[in-house]
Antibody, heavy 122, light 106 residues
């Protein structure tokens, strides 16, 4: 059974940093691209970032480009999101999501974690 | 950025009836369109990809159609567990989601 368990969320002040982690199990992690998708309270879904299985290809939404960095450790079956210079508009539930493929050519999101909540407030 | 627009924002339908949800792309996405279902307090679930291919375990009452800029998700006979929010997502150029359609019980 595919499991994606996020951690690292919490409450931070604007301008500070936070690192999210996602522990994956139940599938061959290094065969698949992975993503972060967020959902602000009561709002819709927003793709944040993705990384290919071999880490050669990474992408970011314009809203986070230059502030967030996605990475993965295939030996540890883990996905990360380093979030710097956090803003109030970054406040959301952050989902770790598995891609149906390896290289983000066709990003279909077939398994989702339960999310970790990031609150940005002074 | 490709903008995805869903309509209606809210759809009220009785159980046992058919629901038709629409999604429009600001430019052609070919057939690179997926649909997700999200229930309160839960993560989204993949329903359809490639505009019309049902994901593993998705009941046959869910069907998708369309290509280019116009897409439709049809739920043929609504069950109580189908009342939820539905999102479309294009993956032709990076990834963008529609704003969602809330399917509620009439």
């Amino acid at each position: 059974e595919v499991q994606l368990v996020e951690s690292g969320g919490g409450s931070v002040q604007p301008g500070r940093s936070l690192r999210l982690s996602c522990a994956a199990s139940g599938f061959t992690f290094d065969d698949y691209a992975m993503h972060w998708v967020r959902q602000a309270p009561g709002k819709g879904l927003e793709w944040v970032s993705g990384i290919s299985s071999n880490t050669n290809n990474r992408g970011y939404a314009d809203s986070v480009k230059g502030r967030f960095t996605i990475s993965r450790d295939n030996a540890k079956n883990s996905l990360y999101l380093q979030m710097n210079s956090l803003r109030a508009e970054d406040m959301a539930l952050y989902y770790c999501v598995k891609d149906i493929g390896s290289n983000m050519v066709a990003t279909i999101l077939d398994y989702w974690g339960q999310g970790t909540l990031v609150t940005v407030s002074s | 950025e490709i903008v995805m627009t869903q309509s209606p924002v809210t759809l009220s339908v009785s159980p046992g009836e058919r629901a038709t949800l629409s999604c429009r792309a600001s430019q052609s996405v070919s057939s690179k369109l997926a649909w997700y279902q999200q229930k309160p307090g839960q993560a989204p679930r993949l329903l359809i990809y490639g505009a019309s291919i049902r994901a593993t375990g998705i009941p046959a009452r869910f069907s998708g159609s369309g290509s280019g800029t116009e897409f439709t998700l049809t739920i043929s006979i609504l069950q109580s567990e189908d009342f939820a929010v539905y999102y479309c997502q294009q993956y032709n150029h990076w990834i963008t989601f529609g704003q969602g359609t809330r399917l509620e019980i009439k």
